[in-house]
């Protein structure tokens, strides 16, 4: 309350199928007590996840051991892609900063003023606060060189912030 935020915005970055939303569903199932699978997830070659989407726990309603709301937003992105398909580093910024809305369509290209899903007055609520970035643990060292530099990429623009 104090940083004039209702919810932990967490980004969850990565690969095409490393994770990002059945980490979302595993944390979800914990908080409900039965298997959830809200967030679209699979394993493809190509993202299953083509929108970003912005989830709450239990749409909202889910309570930890004290019986108190869970303050955290999931925001699920694209998986990253090699080469120039799949999000940049420049359309992870501007999620970061709050400028891209649930349910926008990430597939179609870059994030600008005027656009479709583009937020040009974000607030603190709508920013990301938490960037966690997913990886494959059998996979790192084989890993796309384009996906790595994209990897770094973000983190740099994350540490920007």
């Known amino acids: 309350n104090k940083a004039g ?4 915005n967490v980004l969850l970055v990565g690969e095409v199928g490393v994770g990002k939303s059945s980490l979302f569903n595993s944390i979800e199932s914990i908080f409900k007590g039965h298997v959830t699978s809200r967030a679209n997830s699979g394993s493809v070659a190509k993202s299953l996840t083509t929108q ?4 709450f726990v239990g749409d909202g309603e889910a309570l930890d051991g004290k019986e108190k709301e869970i303050k955290f937003r999931f925001c699920d992105s694209m998986g990253l892609e090699g080469g ?3 999000l940049s580093a420049t359309d992870v910024a501007k999620i970061l900063d709050g400028h891209v809305e649930d349910l926008a369509e990430l597939s179609i290209g870059r994030f600008v003023p005027g656009s479709p899903g583009y937020n040009e007055h974000p607030t603190e609520s709508d920013k990301i606060h938490c960037l966690i970035i997913l990886m494959n643990a059998l996979k790192v060292t084989g890993m796309d060189k384009h996906v790595e530099k994209k990897i770094q990429d973000i983190r740099g623009e994350a540490d920007d912030r």
């Open 84 to 86: 120039e398909a799949g």
């Open 52 to 55: 970003y989407r912005q989830y």
């Open 5 to 8: 935020i209702d919810h932990i």
